[in-house]
């Protein structure tokens, strides 16, 4: 998880949403990395759990991922829940709970859902709260500009 939080930082440098995603087979290899590039790339899928997914399926030269777990700093969203059960990942460790989209279990388990015959699991709170924080401090950050921003129109 501390490459993941090390990628969340990259992702936050850029000024992006501080999310930071690895897989690393069952030898202890990093195949695949990522961190959030939505705003840099002007892609809505630019999610740091598929950039990393990509990468290590690249780097398979398979889209099949499994002996292979993710981890990442925020629990996956429906999107990146998808992708995760498609790649065959063998499980994924999260940190913070997402309380807006979380798939893993905190509005809904999309990683253990019947109707895909296929479940990955996963496991919440791997340094949680590092990454709760980073996320707490980047929106705290946004929520300033935003008011900064509004006064000062007021103020023209």
Not at 93 to 107: E, F, I, V
């Amino acid at each position: 998880m501390g490459k993941a939080l090390k990628e969340a930082d990259l992702a936050q440098a850029l000024g992006e949403v501080p999310i930071g995603a690895v897989i690393v087979a069952d030898g202890g290899e990093i195949i695949g990395r990522g961190h959030n590039l939505r705003e840099v790339n002007h892609d809505a899928t630019a999610h740091a759990e598929l950039l990393a997914i990509r990468q290590a399926c690249a780097r398979r030269s398979s889209w099949r991922l499994t002996h292979a777990s993710l981890f990442v700093t925020l629990e996956p969203c429906p999107m990146c829940a998808g992708a995760i059960i498609n790649s065959r990942l063998d499980a994924v460790y999260y940190g913070a709970l997402n309380p807006k989209a979380g798939s893993a279990g905190t509005l809904i388990n999309l990683l253990d859902f019947p109707a895909y015959h296929l479940s990955v699991p996963s496991v919440s709170g791997v340094r949680g709260e590092e990454a709760g924080e980073r996320m707490k401090a980047f929106f705290g950050r946004v929520r300033k500009e935003i008011k900064a921003a509004k006064q000062a129109a007021k103020g023209k």
